[in-house]
């Protein structure tokens, strides 16, 4: 029936494995939990060993780093059902049928994405720009994520069937960090496969910091470059890079880059401060894309 799938790196995963445990007996489903830290070395895999304890399910800590592509690719040559379903390992699970809901829903569809949410409060101020941007504007409910269902598809709280994943799975040959979701749905678009989207989250638990996420922005937008100009993503499917392709058709892309050069420092300030301001996130996101663009 289904395979839980949760990649782990340096995090405890043992109270998420838990409470999907015993959702997953309270609906009489055949299952099992599969756990992979991606060779953390953490000391936090002591909590997570006492997932081998729990009957269907299995924590491997690698001795070597597949990075988080290979890592859930592994995941899923593993798992032996018919469903996988793929959830990070710092969910946070906040409905009492949550296993229910997705299994109700599975008839008819090759994908099921529940969406995610991030806690009413940040948890604190060097949290604030991964927090904002993810409460106002990643979260979305399922009647939103409608009017788009392959681009609002995240795959760290999906249910797909193993079949359909086989025809695609995430690209291992593209090594910077950022845009799996998109590359892998756009892919999933080219097959026409069918989505459906429900109210059914799970809560972001580990939120990055204000410096590692603005850094990890950069690396996300040097990737989705490098997968617009390897073609395995087009232009039309993905908002940012229709933008990108405006400014640099109409010669506006040189002027914004050195903009952006100019008032790097103070766009850095702003966003790793405790206030960050996501117009400003928006304007350091489409001029760091141009001045890419010019290095290039």
Not at 203 to 216: A, M, P, Q, R
Request: hydrophobic residues 35%.
């Amino acid at each position: 029936m289904l395979s839980i799938l949760i990649p782990v790196y340096n995090y405890n995963v043992y109270p998420l494995v838990s409470e999907l445990y015993k959702q997953c007996f309270d609906c009489g489903i055949t299952f099992e939990i599969l756990c992979q830290d991606d060779a953390s070395q953490s000391s936090l895999n002591v909590f997570n060993e006492n997932v081998n304890a729990l009957s269907n399910c299995s924590f491997v800590s690698l001795k070597e780093n597949l990075a988080h592509r290979k890592n859930r690719n592994s995941l899923a040559e593993h798992a032996k059902f018919d469903y996988l379903l793929f959830i990070d390992g710092d969910s946070i699970i906040i409905h009492e049928h949550y296993i229910k809901k997705y299994i109700d829903n599975l008839q008819d569809f090759d994908i099921v994405y529940g969406g995610r949410l991030h806690p009413e409060k940040c948890p604190s101020d060097n949290q604030k720009l991964r927090w904002k941007y993810g409460r106002f504007i990643e979260d979305k409910s399922s009647e939103n994520r409608k009017k788009k269902p392959y681009q609002s598809v995240l795959f760290n709280n999906t249910i797909i069937k193993k079949d359909c994943f086989k025809k695609v799975k995430f690209d291992k040959d593209t090594k910077k960090y950022g845009h799996d979701d998109t590359l892998l749905s756009y892919q999933l678009s080219l097959l026409q496969v069918k989505i459906n989207h429900i109210e059914n989250p799970v809560e972001h638990g580990d939120i990055d910091t204000n410096l590692v996420y603005l850094n990890k922005t950069k690396e996300s937008l040097e990737n989705l470059i490098l997968l617009y100009k390897e073609n395995k993503i087009t232009i039309e499917f993905v908002r940012l890079l229709q933008l990108y392709h405006f400014l640099k058709r109409t010669k506006s892309s040189f002027i914004i880059s050195k903009i952006h050069t100019l008032f790097e420092k103070y766009l850095v300030q702003n966003l790793t401060g405790n206030n960050p301001n996501l117009v400003l996130f928006n304007w350091f996101r489409v001029g760091y894309l141009c001045s890419i663009n010019q290095k290039n």
